[in-house]
Structure formats: C-alpha cells, structure tokens
C-alpha cells in the first residue's frame, strides 16, 4: 500500500509556471506508475500525464502536451508535474495516484492510490 500526498500548488497568473509534488510512503514506489488527474468546478476528473516506473515512459493529454512534463526521482520516492505556460482553464484541483505494475495508463479507474489533492488556480 503507499500513501500519497500533494503539494506545491496555489495561484499563479497566466503564463506563470508551477511544479506540483507528490511525495510517496512505502519502500515499493518503483514498482508504481505514478499519474496526475484534475478536475475543474463542475466537471469529471480528467488524466493529465503519467508515468511508468522507470520514467522511460509517458503519456500526456493534448491539452497539456508541449506545456507540462511530468518525472520522477525513485530514490526520494517523489513524482512531478512541472507545469508551464498555464492558462485559467488549468485551474483545478490536482491529483496524484499511482497504479500497481509500474504500467502507466490514461484511465483513472487503472490507479488504485489518490493523493488528497492541490488546488491550482491561473488567473487571467
């Protein structure tokens, strides 16, 4: 089991840039793909960018893609999302949650661990 928690975010103007982070308990972190999902006031949770174990590996939403980078340091058992050129549509809550088997998916429904969440607010 691992345990996660989220940190990192807050509000930043649009254009600004923020790098979210979620520190993971446990001794088995590298055998976790690790993913970032927000939700917006009013809307489903949506995948933002994942990552396998060994970090060879990652998937980004189109939304996102070009703008943030997701990584990840196995040895301080931490994933990030550095997030640039954020628009007001970034605004949400972020989440963290890591899947079992070290394969990264798009599907939230894949991640049996959620983090409790940043809240990332981009003004215009």
């Known amino acids: 089991q691992v345990q996660l928690v989220e940190s990192g975010g807050g509000l930043v103007q649009a254009g600004g840039s923020l790098r979210l982070s979620c520190a993971a308990s446990?001794?088995?972190?590298?055998?976790?793909?690790m993913g970032w999902f927000r939700q917006a006031p009013g809307k489903e949770r949506e995948f933002v960018t994942s990552?396998?174990?060994?970090?060879?590996?990652?998937y980004y939403a189109n939304s996102v893609k070009g703008r943030f980078t997701i990584s990840r340091d196995n040895a301080k058992n931490t994933v990030y999302l550095q997030m640039n050129s954020l628009k007001p549509e970034d605004t949400a809550v972020y989440y963290c949650?890591?899947?079992?088997?070290?394969?990264?998916?798009?599907?939230?429904?894949?991640?049996?661990?959620w983090g409790q969440g940043t809240q990332v607010t981009v003004s215009s």
């Open positions: 949650a890591a899947r079992e088997g070290g394969r990264n998916s798009y599907t939230d429904s894949a991640y049996s661990y």
């Open positions: 446990g001794r088995t972190f590298i055998t976790y793909a």
């Open positions: 990552i396998n174990w060994s970090g060879d590996n990652t």
